[in-house]
């Protein structure tokens, strides 16, 4: 698997639709299609602005998510503490970088605050987290290990998880036809490597959600 660092480091925001239109009026000409009749006329135009909110994530940093951030208070969590931050189902699109298809998939996310700084951060913030990286050419395993990093660097904490399910599209329209296939990565920092009865514990919160599909 290669792994792109040039994924992690976001870009100006110097798209142009003008340009990434003319391009696909090509490519619709290339396949036989008449770009001018009026179904397609003004397909170009949509793809390409379509295509630059898809990738938004290239052009944002996680950082401008993640340094929102609060302090449990001392009283509030002891220094023993390996208590954790759980959210489950945070809903992603992806674009996957080898054929340009879209990932469709949840993330659960679990961190340990640190005992001593007691940073936490805001619970949406989490979930923007996984949308700057998931607005990238991605591919699932990379997608999972930069959002447990950016977890881990800004935060901190004592351990992060983080769990993908995912189908690709990739998978269902060409290839092996696969349409029940999902794919789990995972990624861990911190305790929930030294730690696995952590692991365990996170698997098994959860669990919990089955009795409060009605929330
Ligand atoms: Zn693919």
């Known amino acids: 698997m290669e792994i792109n660092d040039a994924a992690n480091t976001p870009l100006p925001d110097n798209r142009r639709p003008d340009v990434l239109s003319k391009l696909l009026y090509d490519v619709l000409v ?70 340009m298809a879209p990932i469709r998939g ?7 605050p640190n005992n001593k700084s007691r940073v936490i951060t805001g619970l949406s913030k989490i979930a923007r987290v996984v949308s700057v990286f998931a607005n990238r050419l991605q591919v699932q395993e990379q997608l999972t290990q ?14 992060v998880i983080v769990v993908i399910q995912a189908v690709h599209y990739c998978m269902i329209q060409r290839g092996v036809r696969q349409h029940d296939t999902r794919t789990l990565t995972t990624a861990r ?4 490597l030294s730690k696995s009865e952590l692991e365990f514990k996170f698997q098994e919160y959860l669990k919990l959600k089955i009795n409060t599909n009605n929330l």
């Open 146 to 159: 930069q959002i447990a990093t950016a977890i881990d660097k800004h935060l901190d904490p004592l351990g």
């Open 30 to 99: 290339e396949l036989g299609e008449d770009p001018s009749r009026p179904g397609l006329v003004k397909t170009p135009q949509r793809w390409a602005e379509a295509l630059i909110t898809y990738t938004q994530g290239m052009t944002q940093e996680p950082e401008e998510h993640l340094n929102v951030i609060f302090k449990l208070e001392e009283d509030d969590y002891p220094s023993e503490s390996d208590d954790m931050v759980l959210l489950d189902n945070i809903q992603f699109v992806s674009t996957c970088e080898h054929h």
């Open 106 to 112: 949840v993330a659960h996310i679990g961190y340990i």
């Open 189 to 192: 920092r911190g305790a929930f």
